[in-house]
Antibody, heavy 118, light 110 residues
Framework: EVQLVESGGGVLQPGGSLRLSCAAS????????MHWVRQAPGKGLEWVSL????????YYAESVKGRFTVSRDNSRNSLYLQMDSLTTEDTAFYYC???????????WGQGTLVTVSS | QSVLTQPPSVSAAPGQKVTIPCSGN????????VSWYQQLPGTAPKLLIY???KRPSGIPDRFSGSKSGTSATLGITGLQTGDEADYYC???????????FGGGTKLTVL
């Protein structure tokens, strides 16, 4: 059974940094690209980032480019999102999702909440 | 302002059919596959449709997807109260080299 479990969310002040993790199991992790998607409370979905299975290709939404860095450790079946220079606009639930044909697929984590507040 | 455009809300009676449109342009829907997601309150999104019209295993055939030009449509037949949720379209934008979603449509089953 495919499982994705995010962790690392929390409350922090503007300008701070945070690293989210996504632990994957139940599939051959390095065969799949992985996405990060976020959702501000009461708002819609926002695609954040994509990383290829081998980690050599990464893509970002304009809103996070230059501040967020996606990475993966295939030996640990883990996906990461390093978030720097956080603003209140980054407050959201952050989900990791397994790719299917270039899009977030049928397997998502439960989400982890990041709250940026002064 | 989302890259893909969806109506904020749609409604229909139980047992009826509803369609949810999603509009984009040539850099996104026009040249990429479209996915559709259902999100029930307090839960993670669930993939309903991928590759414009394919259903993952376990998704009933009451849910269908189609695409024409720069627009896509999600169809739901035999509406049930359990279908009340937010629905999102998503695709890749080749110009942005990024994924994009619609703003979401809230379905009310009256």
């Amino acid at each position: 059974e495919v499982q994705l479990v995010e962790s690392g969310g929390g409350v922090l002040q503007p300008g701070g940094s945070l690293r989210l993790s996504c632990a994957a199991s139940g599939f051959t992790f390095d065969d799949y690209a992985m996405h990060w998607v976020r959702q501000a409370p009461g708002k819609g979905l926002e695609w954040v980032s994509l990383i290829s299975g081998d980690g050599n290709s990464t893509y970002y939404a304009e809103s996070v480019k230059g501040r967020f860095t996606v990475s993966r450790d295939n030996s640990r079946n883990s996906l990461y999102l390093q978030m720097d220079s956080l603003t209140t606009e980054d407050t959201a639930f952050y989900y990791c999702a397994k790719d299917v044909m270039g899009q977030p697929g049928p397997h998502w984590g439960q989400g982890t909440l990041v709250t940026v507040s002064s | 302002q989302s890259v893909l455009t969806q109506p904020p809300s749609v409604s229909a009676a139980p047992g009826q059919k509803v369609t949810i449109p999603c509009s984009g342009n040539s850099s996104n829907i026009g040249n990429n596959y479209v996915s559709w997601y259902q999100q029930l309150p307090g839960t993670a999104p669930k993939l309903l449709i991928y590759d414009n019209n394919k259903r993952p295993s376990g998704i009933p055939d009451r849910f269908s997807g189609s695409k024409s030009g720069t627009s896509a449509t999600l169809g739901i037949t035999g509406l049930q109260t359990g279908d009340e949720a937010d629905y999102y379209c998503g695709t890749r934008d080749s110009r942005l080299s990024a994924g994009v979603f619609g703003g979401g449509t809230k379905l009310t089953v009256l």
